[in-house]
């Protein structure tokens, strides 16, 4: 079957614009996660979703950024305002029980 | 608070010979997973091998083997036959067993394979 998808590829935006980033879980998944890779580093969580709600938001950085996932099924990350420090590589995975399965990431490039 | 630890930055192994990457980790907790992961240029995360933290019997997967000792709090891979498809980023990570949490990850090590 499908696996997990993500959308864009890349996405190269000027610093202070507003981004979304958008995951497509394997269908049935009921957990979703974010996590974002800087260069020469393991991916670092961001949050997690059990369904519809935010089930951890621990890893969130600041306010600029928020996730969504009102179907429980695909989910939206919003980066408001954002900095070159933002630049990285952000990861969806999604999970039925215990094991995460991972999309392809989309590259974000602040200039 | 939990620290996967990847001491190797850089591996090199020939083709159809064998390499271990090495991982330790540290909590304080009795019930995790534990998972190797390989990332090759595509950037995609690909599963290779997962341990429960409750088995003793080490997992394996193919040409993939992992020693876990848990006393140690070490899991290595082990990578029999070397294939130039294995040429990769290969990361460590921990899941807390008590929830459905996320995975903490180590810096990863760099695999190439010599033809």
């Known amino acids: 079957g499908a696996g997990v998808s993500q959308t864009p590829s890349n996405k190269v935006t000027e610093k202070g614009k507003y981004v979304e980033l958008r995951c497509d879980p394997i269908?049935?998944?009921?957990?979703l996660y974010w996590y974002r890779q800087s260069l020469g580093q393991g991916p670092e969580f961001l949050i997690y979703?059990?369904?519809?709600?935010?089930?951890?938001d621990s890893g969130l950085p600041n306010d600029r950024f928020f996730a969504v996932r009102p179907e429980g099924s695909v989910s939206t990350l919003k980066i408001q305002r954002t900095e070159r420090g933002d630049s990285a590589v952000y990861l969806c995975?999604?999970?039925?029980?215990?094991?995460?399965?991972f999309g392809p990431g989309t590259r974000l490039t602040v200039l | 608070a939990q620290t996967v630890t990847q001491s190797q930055p850089e591996m090199s192994v020939q083709e159809a010979e064998t390499v271990t990457l090495s991982c330790t980790y540290d909590?304080?907790?009795?019930?995790?997973?534990l998972f190797w992961y390989k990332q090759p240029p595509s950037r995609q995360m690909i599963l290779v091998i997962r341990?429960?933290?409750?088995?003793?019997q080490n997992a394996t997967e193919n040409r993939f083997s992992v020693n876990f000792q848990k006393a140690a709090k070490s899991f290595s891979l082990k990578i029999s036959d070397s294939q130039l498809g294995d040429a990769a980023m290969y990361f460590c990570?921990?899941?807390?067993?008590?929830?459905?949490?996320?995975?903490?990850f180590g810096k990863g090590t760099k695999l190439s394979v010599k033809p």
């Open positions: 341990q429960e933290a409750y088995k003793q």
């Open positions: 269908s049935g998944h009921t957990a």
């Open positions: 979703f059990q369904g519809t709600g935010a089930a951890d």
């Open positions: 990570a921990y899941n807390y067993g008590g929830s459905q949490g996320n995975l903490i």
């Open positions: 995975a999604s999970s039925p029980v215990r094991t995460q399965y």
């Open positions: 909590t304080s907790e009795s019930d995790y997973y």
